[in-house]
């Protein structure tokens, strides 16, 4: 059996331990398991699956992240078979509240939860992020797009450093 | 050329429509892509290198799926890669070239404004997969909507010189956005199979939308003109065999070479 014949409900537990402890490689100051995009984790007689969703359609990161999950568990002597889930689409909310933390304290202003608020992503995008360095409030957005597909660039007119926002999607 | 094999009957409108889409995406995602380095400013740069970048996700998602649709081994790059103009299904208007940054803004405008319709009609179509594709690119779209609406709104609403071109540009793009809602025989397949909503239905959705946004920008509507396209057909013009030329190199040189 390829999962060592322990239990299942022990080997996806050391599977999402495993999963806890890969860095994004474009944020790595979060794990992917905090950025949310671990769909599902199955262990069977069969080995071992793990869903993956893409953060954006087109982030470059995907296919580096699918080899991370295979290597890393390879090296635990798991042999894991991905899938790519889709639907429904990957959220922001989905960031865990410690993730939400650790991007706060990388210097990325995480994003605000959308479940339950009024205007959706659109609303959301347009509030004025404090400065994640003085905690101004004096910030003002300077693009919409910033260096990876889910953030967007601000400036703080008071202690005048650059930082980036994780877009609400 | 053609390395086009045959498809069974029964896939072949589903096939062929979702090249459309894949094609579409793939083509304006290139087009963008000439752009990174030469935007007016870095943060128009990065924006329009982002937009390309999901568009090219958006494509891979769509041409995988249709390879394994057809059934003879073709995979996304066997797609991108080989096949010739003729054997190119994406709407003229994405093909057209970049210009100068207003009319990129406006093929952009044009093309988001049909897109977001569309992927929301898509989001509930009866092939589940093909509807997790939409879900997933209509939140991007939303995002594209939103960078070229508001640069449309400041170029229009802007200096006479930036009114002017943007002006011109809607003038020279608008008769390619017939084609958008020309309804052939794929199409009816699709939507009396349940897989895409009618385009009957984008369209009156897509006109008050673009028109809003037009009036915002002081901009005016084109009246109706011009012949209806046929890049969904394969009728291209000159300037996507150039396109494809840039695209294919690599791969046409070197067959088969990976990273």
């Not at chain 1, 922001?92 to 994003?111: C, F, M, N, Q």
């Amino acid at each position: 059996m390829k999962t060592g014949g322990e239990p299942a409900a022990h080997t996806e537990a050391r599977v999402w331990s495993i999963l806890e402890n890969i860095a994004d490689p474009e944020i790595p100051a979060i794990s992917i398991v905090d950025l949310g995009i671990v769909r599902h984790v199955t262990a069977d007689s069969r080995g071992v699956e793990v869903g993956l969703s893409p953060t954006y359609s087109g982030c470059p990161a995907t296919d580096v992240i699918r080899s991370l999950v295979v290597e890393s568990l390879a090296a635990h002597g798991l042999e894991a078979q991905i899938r790519m889930v889709l639907n429904p689409p990957w959220t922001t909310d989905w960031i865990s509240a410690a993730g939400r933390e650790k991007l706060h304290g990388y210097g990325i202003v995480p994003p605000r939860l959308l479940a339950g608020a009024a205007g959706g992503a659109e609303a959301a995008n347009d509030e004025i992020p404090a400065c994640p360095h003085c905690r101004s409030a004096q910030t003002e957005r300077i693009s919409e797009f910033g260096s990876t597909p889910c953030k967007s660039l601000y400036r703080c007119r008071d202690c005048l450093e650059p930082f980036e926002r994780f877009k609400c999607l | 050329m053609s390395e086009t094999a045959p498809v069974p009957a029964r896939g072949r409108e589903r096939f062929e429509y979702l090249l459309r889409l894949g094609d579409t995406s793939l083509v304006l995602g290139q087009r963008l892509g000439e752009w990174v380095g030469h935007a007016p400013a870095l943060e128009e740069d990065l924006g329009l290198a982002n937009i390309a970048l999901d568009l090219i996700g958006q494509a891979r998602l769509l041409l995988s799926y249709a390879g394994e649709l057809e059934g003879c081994g073709r995979d996304e790059d066997a797609l991108a890669y080989r096949r010739d103009v003729p054997e190119f299904r994406n709407v003229m208007l994405v093909e057209q070239p970049n210009g100068d940054f207003g009319l990129t803004i406006v093929r952009q405008f044009l093309l988001d404004g049909f897109q977001r319709e569309l992927y929301a009609g898509l989001a509930g179509s009866a092939d589940e997969r093909l509807a997790g594709i939409a879900a997933k690119a209509l939140k991007e779209t939303e995002y594209h909507w939103r960078f070229s609406s508001r640069w449309l709104v400041r170029l229009g609403d802007g200096t006479q010189e930036s009114h002017a071109r943007v002006q011109r540009a809607l003038d020279d793009l608008w008769p390619y956005t017939n084609e958008l809602f020309d309804e052939d025989a794929v199409d009816r397949a699709m939507a009396g199979a349940h897989i895409a909503p009618p385009l009957a239905a984008i369209e009156s959705r897509w006109r008050p939308a673009i028109a809003a946004v037009i009036g915002e920008a002081t901009l005016q509507l084109p009246r109706e003109r011009g012949r209806t396209k046929a890049g969904k057909r394969g009728q291209h013009g000159e300037a996507l065999g150039y396109l494809l030329a840039e695209l294919q190199f690599l791969q046409r040189a070197y067959p088969g070479a990976q990273w």
